[in-house]
């Protein structure tokens, strides 16, 4: 606490002690708002430290492309997660015949929900799955 | 009654699986179905791995929203799994096996067969489980 706040926090106490009952009373509904809405910001997954959910890599890169790269400007964080991003999507594509920017949906059927197929979306067999869960560790 | 294989449980969720409507068409005709903490864990994982969801897996709430949805129905019962039975899993024949093997020993001791993809598993377990063609 800065030097004088103590003795300023003093006197806006002093100030609400004095308000009508009415006013004291609606200050202490405000508080409380904020305090829930702080409370909410201090838990809100979305409102985290963003860095608390990131993988730091170390890559070793040909000198020569390494500078190129710098000085294309493809080294920043922001760059980088573009490049992967768009790569990522090529390669859903070329594996799975999964377009960028699909998402899925959860349909009706049956009397229960679904994941329903994205246009051009290969199979996927029994074999795959088996491997997949095969390999999963328990 | 039958306790769905983890495979054909995500089958039954997941309309690019091949068997997805293979597995749909034998639930229509199934009077009661089962699955158990096992099947249904694997099948929640599966809806979250992006190899398994061609590159687009569920969200973790999503997973589960589909997954209650699934054992509401009225057709569906959740067995227990019951401690490992020597004589079924004691006899396994490797430790992937294993997991197979337990899921026969939670549906015998359910009094009912492992209905399943598997075909290798079918063979193993002619009398405890049924291949869903």
Same mark, same amino acid.
């Given at each position: 606490m800065l030097p004088g706040m103590a003795t300023k926090f003093d006197d806006l106490l002093a100030e609400v002690m004095h308000l009508p009952a009415r006013d004291r009373a609606r200050l202490l509904s405000v508080l409380k708002e904020l305090e829930f809405s702080v409370a909410n910001i201090v838990h809100d997954p979305t409102e *985290?430290?963003?860095?608390? *959910?990131m993988t730091v890599i170390t890559v070793a890169l040909p000198e020569d492309l390494a500078l190129l790269a710098e000085d294309a400007g493809l080294l920043s964080e922001s760059s980088l997660q573009d490049l992967i991003r768009r790569a990522l999507d090529e390669y859903n594509l070329r594996t799975y015949g999964v377009l960028p920017g699909q998402k899925r949906r959860l349909v009706h059927k049956n009397g229960y929900l679904v994941v329903e197929s994205l246009p051009g979306e290969k199979p996927i067999t029994f074999e795959q799955v088996k491997k997949i869960l095969d390999d999963m560790e328990w | 009654m039958f306790l769905m294989d983890t495979n054909a449980l995500f089958a039954a969720l997941y309309?690019?699986?091949?068997?997805h409507r293979s597995v749909t068409q034998w639930l229509t005709t199934t009077e009661r179905y089962a699955s158990c903490g096992m099947t249904q864990i694997g099948t929640f994982r599966l809806l979250l791995t992006p190899s398994a969801m061609c590159g687009k897996p569920l969200e973790p709430e999503e997973a589960h929203v589909m997954l209650t949805r699934f054992t509401c129905s009225a057709k569906h019962t959740f067995v227990m799994c019951l401690p490992l039975s020597r004589l079924i899993v004691g006899q396994t024949q490797g430790h992937n096996a294993a997991v197979d093997d337990y899921l026969v020993q939670i549906a015998s001791d359910a009094g009912c067969r492992l209905a399943t993809l598997d075909r290798a598993l079918a063979t193993r377990w002619p009398e405890r489980t049924f291949l869903i063609n």
């Open positions: *985290s430290d963003p860095r608390a *959910s | 309309e690019t699986n091949v068997h």
